[in-house]
């Protein structure tokens, strides 16, 4: 069965903090992404990756950073955890038409 | 720009009260229109991919249909196990990334 992988369900940091999130797929996917998913506000696009050592900004990228230095891992990081960055935190890879996600990441920062 | 609205945002159902939920879009030519299910907590599962208009699809209760302007996510005699957010996406032509609804929020009650 093919699986996107997240490392944690639920996550507590603190303001300032540097923050890792780490999404590894085993489908040999090309395409990869990053969302944030809030009450009223549905999914939003904060990074995507069509390559290796390759990023795009989605429509929310300020805050965050994005590593993809082997096909099947792709890592968002938050650079200085704010409290407006708690969220649900979803990946997904494509193989060009339609997503398989993971189970998201619940990243609260206190 | 892709846009993708869903209508209604919530929905109560009696179980076996048929229904549907709406899914209007527009965008720069359809490469494929997505429904998903997700859970609480849970990150979305695909349902459905239709490509063109006239399209259906079915899947135990449910049977997605697809227009030049609109999807349907068809509903019949639902039970309680079918309470969840409901989800649509589209991909406009190329290998552009997914751009979601905000979803509806199906609850069924026994």
């Known amino acids: 069965d093919v699986k996107v992988t997240q490392s944690s369900r639920y996550l507590v940091k603190r303001t300032g903090e540097k923050v890792f999130l780490e999404c590894v797929q085993d489908?040999?996917?090309?395409?990869m992404f990053w969302y944030r998913q809030d009450p009223g506000l549905g999914l939003r696009l904060i990074y995507f990756?069509?390559?290796?050592?390759?990023?795009e900004k989605g429509d929310i990228p300020e805050g965050y950073s994005v590593s993809r230095e082997k096909k099947e891992r792709f890592s968002l990081i938050l650079e200085s955890a704010s409290t407006n960055q708690t969220s649900m935190y979803l990946c997904a890879s494509s193989p060009r038409y339609g997503y398989t996600f993971g189970s998201g990441t619940r990243l609260t920062v206190v | 720009e892709d846009q993708v609205t869903q209508s209604p945002e919530a929905l109560r159902l009696q179980e076996g009260e048929s229904s549907s939920l709406n899914c209007s879009y527009t965008v720069s030519g359809l490469r494929g229109l997505f429904w998903y299910r997700q859970d609480p907590g849970k990150g979305p599962e695909f349902l459905f991919t239709?490509?063109?208009a006239g399209e259906e699809k079915e899947k135990e209760r449910l049977k997605a249909t697809l227009t030049k302007k609109e999807s349907f996510l068809h509903i019949t005699a639902p039970k309680p196990e079918d309470s969840a957010t409901y989800l649509c996406a589209v991909q406009s032509s190329g290998n552009t990334p997914l751009v979601f609804g905000k979803g509806t929020r199906l609850s069924v009650i026994a």
């Open positions: 990756s069509y390559d290796v050592k390759m990023k």
């Open positions: 239709l490509y063109s």
């Open positions: 489908m040999d996917h090309e395409n």
